[in-house]
């Protein structure tokens, strides 16, 4: 699995951004996925994941009813809507690939076999 996030850039505080993640290799509907940022110096944590159909979301407490999570299985492609972005929303974006779970969902970022690279989203105030 190749996934390709991108979309991110520099904002100010109370814009939205819509992050993309592209995939390509193994069938994309067949598995869950995330995504997960980090901040400068910090920990990388979960902030959203979606399970194969998008029935089943699941958000980090900060940026519940900001940011919703969604998926086109016909394009292979995830998306992470941001509104209301806050200053510490800032971090590097990774959307990353759970191919042991497609109808459930988890938070836990070792569960995640495969990463994109990344993209940067800064938040000014």
């Known amino acids: 699995v190749q996934l390709q996030a991108s979309g991110g850039g520099l904002v100010q505080a109370g814009d939205s951004l819509r992050l993309s993640c592209a995939a390509s290799g193994r069938t994309f509907r067949n598995y869950a996925m995330g995504w997960f940022r980090q901040a400068p110096g910090k920990e990388r944590k979960f902030v959203a994941a979606?399970?194969?159909?998008?029935?089943?979301?699941y958000y980090e407490d900060s940026v519940k009813g900001r940011f919703t999570i969604s998926r086109d299985n016909a394009k292979n492609a995830g998306y992470l809507q941001m509104n209301n972005l806050k200053p510490e929303d800032s971090a590097l974006y990774y959307c990353a690939a759970d191919l042991s779970r497609s109808g459930i969902i988890t938070t836990i970022l070792r569960e995640y076999d495969y990463w994109g690279q990344g993209t940067l989203v800064t938040v000014s105030s």
């Open positions: 979606i399970n194969w159909s998008g029935n089943i979301t």
